[in-house]
């Protein structure tokens, strides 16, 4: 069992920045590390779409196109955490984003595990 909470969606203007969060719950016996991590977001009237993700060890990251040199994802093993820093934010950003989780990076880009319920963020142009 794994469960994902994001934190932090509002409203941010055009060339603004914003950070959102996620909280990883485990079951007994599993640990974060196990996962590699990532975002997806779904803007209005289309499908969810990666965003970003992280590996296990935190030592490589993948991007996007749309957000490249824009956003930038972390992780804190201690705090069993995952973070998105979006800055440069243009009206195409505005999206739910939703944080994830798989045991394997490849599966990261086409169907992860693992899904939380999403935050919205909103950016004024």
């Known amino acids: 069992q794994v469960q994902l909470v994001e934190l932090g969606g509002g409203l941010a203007q055009a060339g603004g920045s914003l950070r959102i969060s996620c909280t990883v719950s485990l079951t007994s016996g599993d640990v974060f590390s196990n996962y590699a991590m990532g975002w997806f977001r779904q803007n209005p009237g289309k499908a969810r779409r990666f965003v970003a993700s992280i590996s296990r060890s935190g030592g490589w990251t993948d991007y996007a196109y749309s957000v490249k040199g824009r956003f930038t994802i972390s992780r804190d093993d201690a705090k069993g955490t995952v973070s998105l820093q979006m800055n440069n934010l243009v009206p195409d950003d505005t999206a739910v984003y939703f944080c994830?989780?798989?045991?394997?990076?490849?599966?990261?880009?086409?169907?992860?595990?693992?899904w939380g319920q999403g935050t919205q963020v909103t950016v004024a142009s």
């Open positions: 994830v989780a798989d045991p394997a990076i490849g599966n990261m880009r086409d169907n992860p595990r693992y």
